[in-house]
């Protein structure tokens, strides 16, 4: 019985179905033989296969937004089909641009059977966004980290960057980032991308180290003909207002050999001014006060940060069509450097009121490099096998970043009003600016320092899988899939940190080590305290008016100074001053180690009937991580510091995690989806590799990490209603909850007992004194959950008079809200005895319910697009409520991030030259800035201005 199940697709009926414009392949196109319920649909790259097929039937092929097609078989091998735009029963209808993007982003999402959100490539090219990052922030439930204004990373319905995962053609994408597994999608082009897939809900055969959604980035296989794309833009930024940045774009591709070998190749290359202007301050809390009154101002920053990003990156995809399926070939590699000159200005107002100004100068190098090679073909004439391996490496190099601190001479007058520091209760940091009184040439040299870091991710990916299709009657078939993966990936990052502090020591013989080595300086002391006078490190000359002209920013060293300056002095080191020594607290970074992950999963695809369609599965994994850290004892004495080796230490983790994903088509234009899933959310590195960092005093100072900490499990439920037909277009509601065990967190309390509490952070050579402050990762006892809701609509107007038939609207918006237990700990007198006096410190814990970190309460996106003739234009609305941004010691103290609202607008027109276009980017419309505030969302803690931005560019297309 069972080989007659499976015998009886030996006979078959193939093909694949494309854009009769663009020939480009159609996704989730409906396939049915006319007159029954058996029917397919293609598949990402517009393939089908259809089984048992009778002779002289009729094949429909229809597709929303597409003319349906019916051929006739009669016993032919293959059948390929290009659809028409439109519909019969829209008549003389023409679709716009916009509109035929939409529309294939739009049968993409209804041709899944999860729960996801789709980006065509025509979308992203069309009318573009700045880059990947921004365009995913259009999509229901996603939310996007900036830097400089810029998007570069994504959460996914309230899950930070590290628990979501980024894929390219389903190859993970490699991180830079030497804390956890989070991609940065800055340095990633639109322009390299044929379209982008958020799929929020997961099958047994995805990674399990998902909570929020899986991003992959799609890359097009070659069409027919010759075809090539070159785009060269001119871009602004109005912080600066300049128009020193550029970005080109050239790519072309064709098929040789019958069309057998389709070979894309892509080079891309951008070099953006990306600058900003930042408010930083801290603020400490009298807990006498019951209120906000309670709050005063402890510091303020001013910074100028001069950016300049450089993208370059190049991709070719090359697949070879074999009688009974193709081997596909792709090959990425970015580079992503940014160049950062940072001129900060920090004010402290506390007990000891003091003016420093901080010089970086710093260069990273980010790359990253990403090969894969798949096979596709059937064996036994009717099973589906395929086999894939790949190989990623990220890499980042800062090659000495320079750091150069002046401070202000406090042997006069104080450099802020004596008045305004007599009472900073309530008072935010732009307060301090016009209560500042320093002098002019009156700053010392206090400290210097260079750091190189160097950090290296490795991955080989080796993975299969057989697919066996079934059917039990017309009416109930499917395909049953199982397969397994290997994963090997190596991680390594290597601080190196020189530096000292130059008012520490003899200044005579600072100045006699400095005169020597750099005489080109007049290193002169100043006469009433001689320590070592900056001013001749100054840039002559140079002022500038920050934060809408409330900061006055001048008398800082020049770039080119203070390179040359600790360039010479890691040359000569000076250690016998005893000024630039090598730093052993820098080792409390370092790390090296290896990561094996084995997977295995078995996962069926139902169809029952032609509306009921399930996908079910289970999935094993272990990952096997073993890791080397250091452990640190800082003592005063920096010669005396003792760094110790710590580990390997292996780790082994194993989870069965299932998941079933339900469609029911109850009518022709709306279906229900149902989905469940188990996933990890695995710990950032330094949270479990052997680490820590005791200060002098015998304290820790940032959190160590948990040899045993486990990875957190979540559950994941989802159910989703889409609406579509010709004029709705498409409408999905719905709603999803997660459920989190075993959340990780950073336990922190003060010591007590000495012997108890050290048993705490699991390690043997290590004692935290009574009254210090222990900080260690730890999985919480009680879960964490977010629930939400989302609504989406993508629809044209085609139906209405001309000229209004040309707009196009997508529109979205989210609700999400988020419980998540902390521990909090705090000392309290217990008395005893007769006499009141007589007390003890005891320590209480709780545990208290907050948000998740990043996660939004709402997020809304509008865009609303119009084409006519060769023009069109998109006008675009992003908003994102506030976030908590850290977690203080008490409720009060947490941080969160300021809502957000930004427009941006994109033009394309369309030249008299064939195929020749110009296009208009115009990002914050606004000028918009980003901000954080603290205590009930009254204190700002930064806020950072970057200004708008925008590019003018040709584009051609052949």
Do not use: C
Request: charged share 25%; net charge negative; no cysteine.
């Amino acid at each position: 019985m069972l080989a007659g199940i499976f015998s009886s697709y030996a006979d078959e009926l193939k093909g694949r179905v494309n854009d009769s414009k663009t020939n480009e392949s159609l996704v989730g196109v409906n396939i049915i033989i006319k007159g029954t319920t058996k029917g397919t649909v293609t598949d990402v790259n517009g393939n089908y296969t259809l089984n048992n097929v009778p002779q002289e039937s009729v094949i429909l092929f229809s597709f929303l937004g597409y003319q349906t097609k019916e051929v006739a078989y009669t016993g032919q091998d293959e059948i390929n089909v290009q659809l028409e735009s439109g519909s019969l029963e829209l008549g003389d209808v023409i679709v716009t641009i916009q509109a035929q993007g939409q529309r294939k982003a739009i049968n993409d999402q209804v041709g899944s059977v999860t729960v996801s959100n789709m980006i065509s490539g025509e979308q992203m090219k069309e009318v573009p966004d700045a880059n990947a990052a921004e365009s995913i922030g259009r999509i229901a439930g996603v939310s996007i980290k900036r830097s400089s204004g810029e998007g570069d990373q994504v959460v996914v319905r309230g899950m930070q960057p590290n628990l979501n995962l980024v894929t390219v053609n389903g190859v993970r994408m490699p991180s830079t980032d030497q804390n956890n597994n989070a991609v940065g999608l800055a340095g990633i082009s639109q322009y390299m991308l044929d379209g982008i897939e958020v799929r929020k809900s997961l099958t047994a055969q995805d990674d399990a180290d998902v909570v929020g959604a899986i991003v992959d980035l799609k890359l097009a296989t070659a069409p027919e003909d010759l075809k090539i794309n070159a785009i060269v833009e001119n871009m602004y930024n109005g912080l600066t207002n300049s128009f020193n940045s550029y970005r080109a774009s050239l790519q072309g591709s064709n098929r040789f050999f019958n069309n057998k070998l389709g070979v894309i190749a892509q080079i891309n290359a951008e070099s953006v001014d990306r600058s900003r202007e930042r408010l930083s301050a801290s603020y400490g809390r009298d807990n006498r006060e019951s209120s906000n009154e309670g709050v005063y101002l402890q510091s303020g920053g001013f910074q100028l940060h001069e950016i300049r990003r450089e993208r370059y990156s190049a991709n070719v995809i090359a697949d070879y069509r074999l009688p009974q399926g193709k081997i596909q070939f792709n090959t990425i590699y970015n580079l992503f450097n940014e160049d950062r000159w940072e001129k900060n200005y920090n004010v402290a107002v506390g007990t000891q009121p003091g003016i420093t100004k901080q010089q970086n100068s710093i260069i990273s190098n980010n790359s990253t490099f990403v090969s894969s090679l798949r096979l596709e073909t059937k064996v036994f004439n009717f099973a589906d096998f395929d086999f894939g391996a790949s190989f990623t490496n990220g890499l980042r190099n800062d090659p000495g970043n320079n750091r150069l601190t002046f401070h202000y001479n406090k042997s006069g007058e104080s450099p802020i009003s004596d008045k305004f520091l007599e009472n900073t209760y309530g008072k935010t940091a732009y307060e301090i600016i016009p209560n500042i009184n320093e002098q002019p040439a009156s700053y010392l040299i206090d400290a210097l320092s260079q750091e190189d870091v160097e950090f290296q991710q490795q991955e080989i990916t080796l993975q299969t899988n057989l697919k066996l299709p079934f059917k039990i009657s017309d009416g109930f078939s499917g395909k049953v899939k199982i397969g397994g993966k290997m994963r090997f990936k190596d991680r390594s990052y290597d601080s190196n940190l020189l530096g000292g502090i130059v008012t520490g020591g003899d200044a005579k013989i600072v100045i006699n080590a400095f005169a020597d080595a750099m005489p080109e300086y007049s290193w002169l002391p100043r006469q009433y305290n001689d320590l070592v006078n900056a001013s001749p490190l100054y840039e002559r000359g140079w002022e500038q008016s920050i934060l809408d002209d409330r900061v006055l920013l001048k008398d800082f060293a020049s770039r080119n100074n203070v390179d040359h300056m600790l360039n010479t002095m890691v040359d000569r080191r000076f250690e016998d001053v005893g000024i630039f020594l090598t730093n052993p607290e820098s080792s409390a970074s370092d790390y090296d180690g290896s990561e094996r992950l084995t997977a295995a999963y078995f996962m069926t695809d139902l169809n029952i009937g032609r509306k009921l369609s399930i996908n079910a599965g289970l999935r094993y994994e272990e990952e096997r991580t073993t890791y080397s850290g250091h452990g640190v004892k800082q003592e005063l004495d920096r010669k005396l510091t003792q760094v110790n080796q710590l580990g390997p230490n292996e780790r082994v983790n194993q989870f069965l995690l299932p998941s079933v994903n339900v469609k029911f088509q109850y009518l022709k234009w709306a279906d229900i989806r149902l989905a469940y899933s188990q996933s990890l959310a695995r710990p950032g590195y330094y949270s479990f590799i052997p680490r820590y960092y005791r200060d002098f005093r015998r304290s820790m100072i940032n959190p160590a990490g948990n040899m045993n900490l486990e990875p957190s499990r979540s559950e994941n439920l989802d159910l989703i209603l889409s609406f579509y037909n010709k004029y709705i277009g498409l409408f999905t509601i719905g709603g999803f909850y997660k459920e989190i065990s075993d959340f990780y967190y950073v336990r922190n309390f003060k010591v007590i007992d000495e012997e108890a509490d050290n048993l705490v952070h699991g390690y043997e050579d290590l004692t935290i004194s009574k009254g210090q402050s222990v900080m260690v990762w730890f999985n919480s006892p009680e879960p964490s959950s977010i629930r939400g809701a989302e609504f989406d609509l993508q629809t044209s107007f085609w139906y209405l008079p001309k000229p209004f038939n040309g707009l196009v609207l997508n529109a979205n918006f989210s609700l999400m809200e988020s419980k998540s237990q902390y521990y909090e700990s705090r000392l309290e007198k217990e008395y005893y005895g007769t006499r009141p006096w007589e007390f003890k410190d005891v320590r209480v814990d709780t545990i208290l319910t907050r948000r998740l970190i990043d996660q939004p309460d709402f997020t809304m996106n509008v865009s609303l697009g119009y084409d006519y003739k060769g023009f069109s234009v998109r006008l675009a609305y992003n908003y994102q409520g506030d976030a908590m941004a850290w977690k203080g010691n008490r409720p009060e103290d947490d941080g969160y991030t300021h809502s957000y609202q930004r427009w941006d607008l994109s033009l394309n027109q369309k030249l008299p030259v064939k195929g020749l276009s110009m296009q208009l980017l115009v990002n914050n419309l606004t000028g918009i800035t980003d901000k954080q505030y603290q205590y009930a969302r009254k204190f700002i803690t930064y806020e950072e201005f970057y200004g708008a931005s925008g590019s003018l560019g040709i584009r051609y297309s052949f």
